[in-house]
Every structure is written in structure tokens, then in C-alpha cells.
T-cell receptor, first 112, second 108 residues
Framework: DVKVTQSSRYLVKRTGEKVFLECVQDMDHENMFWYRQDPGLGLRLIYFSYDVKMKEKGDIPEGYSVSREKKERFSLILESASTNQTSMYLC???????????FGPGTRLTVT | QKEVEQNSGPLSVPEGAIASLNCTYSDRGSQSFFWYRQYSGKSPELIMSIYSNGDKEDGRFTAQLNKASQYVSLLIRDSQPSDSATYLCAVSTGKLIFGQGTTLQVKP
């Protein structure tokens, strides 16, 4: 079974802090994704990566950056956290572009 | 027009009834279609995939695809309270596009 893990289930940070969210998958998937999910807004794609050291912006990249130094690990970085980044963050991976995605358990981030 | 559309609901059905969830999509070139279930506070999990026109059954779940009409549906037979969740439709157009989800409530 594909396993996608995320570093924290719950995280509380202060405004202006730098925040790192880590995601690791164990199935040698090329593709990894970061989403945020808010009530009434559905899943919104922040960034994705189709290969090591490769990244592409999704629909809402502002205020975020990513890093993919190893195939199995994809990190989401909030350079200076703001209260409007309070959300559920979901990492996913897939074997091929457009293929089914496997999700991690999610990180509920609160910025105060 | 959104690329993948779902009625947000909530769709409320009594226990034991058939729940019918619908999804329409805009890209005629879409090839793969998925249904995810998401319980409150949890992450989405894949429950069905369908790639060709017609029906695909898996236990109490049936996915239906009609490419000519650009819709995909999910039927849940003998609905149980444990089926209460948000169901996300996802359509592959070279990248995977998710609908906003339909919330299903199954009342005992």
C-alpha cells in the first residue's frame, strides 16, 4: 500500500514565523502535490512537483514556496506565516500525471 | 464554468436507501475519473475509479460514466450512517482536477 506521511497532524504558529510542512511518500512516485482545504472552497492546489528539484505553481502559490531535494520528500514552506494561512494542508502523491492521487493524513495549521 | 462541478449538498437520505451523487466535467478529452470519500477532519481516500463508459460495481458502490454527456455518478446502495461524508469527484485531463465535493448525510 502507498503510504504518505506528514510531519505533524496539528501545528500552531505565530504570525511572521517561518513554517515548514514535510511530506514523505514511500512508493517511488514521481509526482507530489500540496493542497490547502478550507470550508466551502474545496481542495486548492498550491504547488506540485513532477521530478526532483522541479516545482510548478498551482492555483494559489502566493505566500508559499516548496522544496524537493529527494524524490520521496516534498516540503511546503510558509516564509512568513499569516492568519489567512490557517487551514488544513494536504500532501498527495501519484505515479503518473493525471493518475489517482494518494493523500497524507493532513496538517491542521493554526496561525495566531 | 468550473472544470468539475458537483452539487455541494447536503444530500440527505434515510438509512437503507440509495444515494446518488453526480458530477459533470467540461473537458471532453478527460480519460480517467475517480471518486474519493472524505470524513470530517480526515483526508480524502479513493473509493472508485472508472475509465470507460458504463457502470462499474464494487460492493455497495457503483460508478457510472457517460462521456457523451460528460457526467460521472456514484451510487451507494443500502446507505449506512457510516457513509456520511463528503464525496469528491476527480477528473483527469492530463492533470487531476477535483470538484468541491457533495456532503452526504445518511439518517438512521
Amino acid at each position: 500500500d502507498v503510504k504518505v506521511t506528514q510531519s505533524s497532524r496539528y501545528l500552531v504558529k505565530r504570525t511572521g514565523e517561518k513554517v515548514f510542512l514535510e511530506c514523505v511518500q514511500d512508493m517511488d512516485h514521481e509526482n507530489m502535490f500540496w493542497y490547502r482545504q478550507d470550508p466551502g472552497l474545496g481542495l486548492r492546489l498550491i504547488y506540485f512537483s513532477y521530478d526532483v528539484k522541479m516545482k510548478e505553481k498551482g492555483d494559489i502559490p502566493e505566500g508559499y514556496s516548496v522544496s524537493r531535494e529527494k524524490k520521496e520528500r516534498f516540503s511546503l514552506i510558509l516564509e512568513s506565516a499569516s492568519t489567512n494561512q490557517t487551514s488544513m494542508y494536504l500532501c498527495a502523491s501519484s505515479l503518473a500525471q493525471g493518475a489517482q492521487q494518494y493523500f497524507g493524513p493532513g496538517t491542521r495549521l493554526t496561525v495566531t | 464554468q468550473k472544470e468539475v462541478e458537483q452539487n455541494s449538498g447536503p444530500l440527505s437520505v434515510p438509512e437503507g436507501a440509495i444515494a446518488s451523487l453526480n458530477c459533470t466535467y467540461s473537458d471532453r478529452g478527460s480519460q480517467s475519473f475517480f471518486w474519493y470519500r472524505q470524513y470530517s477532519g480526515k483526508s480524502p481516500e479513493l473509493i472508485m475509479s472508472i475509465y470507460s463508459n458504463g457502470d462499474k460495481e464494487d460492493g455497495r458502490f457503483t460508478a457510472q460514466l457517460n462521456k457523451a454527456s460528460q457526467y460521472v455518478s456514484l451510487l451507494i446502495r443500502d446507505s449506512q450512517p457510516s457513509d456520511s461524508a463528503t464525496y469528491l469527484c476527480a477528473v483527469s485531463t492530463g492533470k487531476l482536477i477535483f470538484g468541491q465535493g457533495t456532503t452526504l448525510q445518511v439518517k438512521p
